[in-house]
């Protein structure tokens, strides 16, 4: 008796994240893990169900020189661990879908192609992404592979939220504001509307801060505003991205400090955010520990940054019914929490700073006209949900 699973992969410039799920029935985690420093000194992190130790361990250089070799590296471990497992489907992230794709697709040369052209969209995720999907077709030549994109989730916001003011041309040409974290909103708005169906069906802003930080506005379940744009650096102050800066500093330094426009971007990408602002970390705990000004400042930005942009998007939503938090920091970070939260009670907010400190789902007080709430966030379960849909259907439609 074989298994039936679905492996997720999420391939990064250097990393490949991966998860199996059982999807004899609802999708159940079987195991996830990653492995970092890809093609440098690789390194395995994997928790492979109940009762096994976490595997951590250095690859060799040739276990993990690139995408196609990681991945066999990693199914090897999982065929150690599940031999009875056969995955019919393999659902890939993918960090941009374009104007066109607001569903997960199954993947085929057509879609692959129209993909391929995304890239200048997203240079330091999408080809990455796309060479996880080769390589798992490569190894599973004959399952079904599945891309979920993070910017789908968005994909109807209104025109007004979803243009530059820009000369027309260029919306035509696919400079939009996509927005991104798509996933992991789904998965919160998705939980929410399990656990409070009525705050779901109201104005809702997700806040999800982790190295990577977005923020984003939900009516009755969908997108209508984010703090991302056309890339992923837009908005607000991340572990190492700088978040929405007037254009004009770009013009500066390529033209003042005669700067290339690779310097400026790894500056904006790399160099940038909480590690640039603070010039110590892009770790949050440790910029909370640190007790230094410059790593108070950073925090005091990231802070008021949140505060300024939850204004914005209740007002694009016309108020507000709930603030939910997910993300490392939002999960993990009372103090930050507290930090956003405290008087904010203008827009409806009131924080139970004993619920919030004791790791509660719900952290407002019961007088709070709007819920603030604790959702942690499962992207992978988004990816597994919607590959086995779409295994499903085609096994429905070759029936
Ligand atoms: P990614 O965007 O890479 O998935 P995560 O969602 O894992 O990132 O979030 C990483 C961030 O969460 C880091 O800044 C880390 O310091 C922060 N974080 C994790 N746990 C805590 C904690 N207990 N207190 C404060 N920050 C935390």
């Known amino acids: 008796m074989t298994q039936p699973v679905t492996l997720t992969l999420n391939a990064g410039s250097s990393s490949l994240k991966f998860s199996l799920y059982d999807i004899t029935g609802a999708p159940v985690q079987l195991a996830i893990g990653n492995v970092e420093n890809i093609g440098r000194q690789p390194r ?4 492979l169900g109940d009762g096994v130790p976490r595997v951590e361990r250095e690859l060799s250089p040739s276990e993990a020189s690139d995408h196609p ?17 056969h995955a019919a489907v393999v659902g890939h992230r993918v960090v941009h879908g374009g104007p066109r794709f607001s569903e997960p697709m199954a993947v085929t040369d057509e879609v692959m ?28 030549p004959d399952a079904l592979q599945v891309a979920c994109f993070d910017t789908a989730f968005h994909r109807h916001h209104p025109k007004a939220n979803d243009v530059f003011a820009l000369p027309r041309e260029y919306y035509d040409k696919g400079i939009r504001r996509y927005g991104f974290h ?17 705050l779901h069906a109201g104005r809702v802003v997700v806040a999800h801060l982790g190295n990577g930080a977005s923020m984003c506005g939900i009516l009755d379940g969908r997108s209508v505003a984010s703090t991302m744009g056309f890339t992923a650096l837009d908005g607000l102050p991340m572990g190492t991205r700088c978040g929405q800066v007037d254009p004009g500093v770009i013009f500066y330094m390529v033209q003042q400090e005669g700067r290339t426009i690779d310097e400026v971007r790894d ?21 909370e520990s640190a007790g230094v000004p410059e790593a108070n400042e950073a925090v005091d930005y990231f802070v008021f940054r949140i505060r300024r942009e939850l204004g914005g998007l209740a007002a694009a939503l016309g108020g ?75 096994a429905g439609a070759g029936a």
């Open 44 to 47: 395995l992190k994997a928790s």
């Open 69 to 85: 070799s990681t991945l066999k590296t990693v199914l090897t471990l999982l065929r150690e661990h599940f031999p009875k497992a």
């Open 113 to 140: 192609a129209e993909l391929r052209t995304l890239s200048p969209f997203a240079p330091i995720h999408q080809p990455h992404n796309l060479a996880g999907i080769e390589a798992a077709r490569a190894a599973f």
């Open 182 to 198: 798509g996933l992991s909103y789904e998965y919160v708005s998705g939980e929410l509307k399990r656990i409070a169906p009525l």
């Open 267 to 287: 500056i904006f990408y790399n160099k940038s955010g909480l590690l640039g602002l603070s010039g110590i970390s892009n770790d949050m705990r440790v910029l």
């Open 320 to 394: 507000l019914d709930a603030l939910v938090f997910c993300g490392g920091i939002g999960e993990n970070s009372r103090k930050i929490r507290r930090r956003i939260c405290d008087g904010m009670d203008w827009i409806g907010i009131e924080l139970d700073h004993d619920r919030n400190d004791s790791g509660a789902q719900v952290i407002s007080t019961d007088f709070s006209r709007a819920r603030i709430m604790v959702i942690a966030t499962n992207e992978e379960i988004v990816i597994a949900r919607a590959a086995k849909r779409l295994l499903s259907e085609q």
